[in-house]
């Protein structure tokens, strides 16, 4: 009772902490950001991410119980007591035709999961994840603004800006059913808040007011994942298993405020208050409709030794609206490919034997269409998962994972932005039995 009642305490404590971080700016740069609710994280734990992703048919990785919030059936393959917690950094190199480069780095807590099981064959999980996140801040001219001379003059301003994120905290449950089929489900709550600028300013004219458009989004609602796996076994050690898993396209809650305003900058470029509101329209009311996401992956492999394994999700981001308004998104899809190999997991005198060896693959067509051009995301993906020394007569267990992924978004052509980023994940996995019942002869 006391293990479970520091657990509550530190999950109560994450939810407050990740509460405060939605409400303020997000940890990412990337004007791609700009787009529908943000840049929309992975969701997945390290040791996912540096098979290249895979994730919908994977559940026991490594020899260790892994909390899998991709595919909530995966939960009916726990049977002791997990934690996992994690950061991630990104380091991101923006690229634009007649434009020096850009780099940008961000540091964020990635997650925090639980799960115990409830029975031998089901388990309860529990946690805070980022949902998305929105934060950019870049500035276009054009010049010969209402004169039509070929001498630059009269240039405007056109500055972009944004800032905020997504959380979400879920509760889950997994079971197995006659021991080769599991399902499962998560409930999440997704809040947070989104505020993205729009500015117009024209500095070579004096008197003449600038003006500002402001797009205030409130969230929270729920959201529902549901999932599948079912495994051939070939012998007692190899095994595949094909797995599906679905987030629901249910509808969020959104207070919408939209405000146009007008200022003024004095000589030293210093901004004034709001001269005057043209535009104060308020939807407290509001919707957000959430795309139906599917997932599908293969997994084969030989416990102890190695596994390799296929995803492919396919997003209805078409239908992403806000506020009674379409986000003018296409719908994406997105193949990963990868796997992981150990030496030999009963090495007694070779310690790197026993470390988990992780490579991927990972290409998606985004739900972004920039300028006619469709926005694509390549990256190889790579990682360790390392077990920590362990008192021989605990029943805890811990492993260190850590995983790379190195990729590219979008593109020079038509004026758009290249991405070239570096994304590190590291996190820390306990697998022990706790609410054990001790019996005495």
Same mark, same amino acid.
């Given at each position: 009772m006391i293990k479970f009642t520091k657990l509550l305490f530190t999950f109560l404590f994450a939810v407050i902490v990740l509460n405060a971080s939605a409400q303020s700016t997000a940890t990412t740069s990337s004007p791609y950001s700009r787009y529908g609710l943000g840049d929309i994280s992975d969701q997945l734990l390290p040791q996912n991410i540096a098979m290249g992703g895979i994730a919908t048919a994977t559940n026991i990785i490594g020899g260790y119980n892994s909390i899998n919030v991709i595919n909530p059936a995966s939960y009916g393959r726990i049977n002791l007591t997990t934690i996992d917690i994690g950061v991630a950094s990104d380091i991101t190199t923006f690229s634009k035709i007649g434009n020096a480069d850009q780099r940008n780095t961000n540091f964020r807590l990635s997650h925090l999961l639980f799960a115990f099981p409830v029975t031998k064959t089901s388990a309860l999980s529990f946690g805070l994840l980022p949902y998305s996140q929105l934060g950019y801040n870049y500035k276009t001219t054009k010049t010969n603004f209402g004169t039509g001379s070929s001498v630059d003059t009269n240039a405007v301003n056109y500055i972009y800006s944004g800032e905020g994120s997504l959380s979400k905290a879920y509760l889950g449950y997994g079971v197995t059913l006659f021991k080769h089929l599991l399902v499962g489900a998560n409930f999440s709550y997704i809040f947070g808040s989104l505020k993205q600028y729009q500015s117009t300013e024209i500095p070579s004219l004096y008197g003449v007011l600038n003006s500002r458009a402001e797009q205030d989004n409130h969230v929270k609602g729920v959201n529902f994942d549901l999932g599948t796996q079912y495994t051939f076994d070939f012998s007692e050690s190899k095994h595949l298993t094909l797995g599906y898993s679905a987030s629901v396209g249910s509808k969020l809650n959104v207070n919408n405020t939209y405000i146009v305003s007008q200022y003024t900058r004095d000589a030293s470029g210093n901004e004034s208050n709001p001269v005057d509101s043209i535009v104060n329209q308020q939807n407290p009311n509001g919707k957000i409709q959430l795309p139906?996401?599917?997932? *599908?992956?293969?997994?084969?492999?030989?416990?102890?030794?190695?596994?390799?394994?296929?995803?492919?999700t396919m997003g209805k981001w078409s239908d992403l609206s806000i506020a009674g308004t379409n986000a003018g998104l296409q719908d994406s899809k997105m193949f990963n490919v990868g796997g992981q190999w150990t030496p030999n997991v009963n090495a007694l005198n070779n310690y790197f034997a026993l470390?988990?060896?992780?490579?991927? *693959?990972?290409?998606?067509?985004?739900?972004?269409?920039?300028n006619n051009i469709n926005i694509k995301r390549y990256a190889v993906t790579f990682g360790l998962g390392v077990p920590l020394p362990h008192d021989r007569a605990s029943s805890a267990f811990y492993k260190v994972n850590f995983s790379a992924e190195i990729g590219q978004r979008g593109q020079l052509a038509n004026q758009l932005i290249k991405e070239n980023y570096i994304n590190l994940h590291l996190g820390f996995t306990l697998n022990d039995r706790w609410f054990q019942r001790f019996k005495f002869e």
């Open positions: 139906l996401i599917n997932r *599908f992956g293969i997994v084969y492999q030989q416990e102890g030794k190695f596994l390799v394994g296929v995803d492919y470390i988990d060896y992780r490579l991927g *693959f990972l290409y998606e067509q985004t739900y972004l269409n920039v």
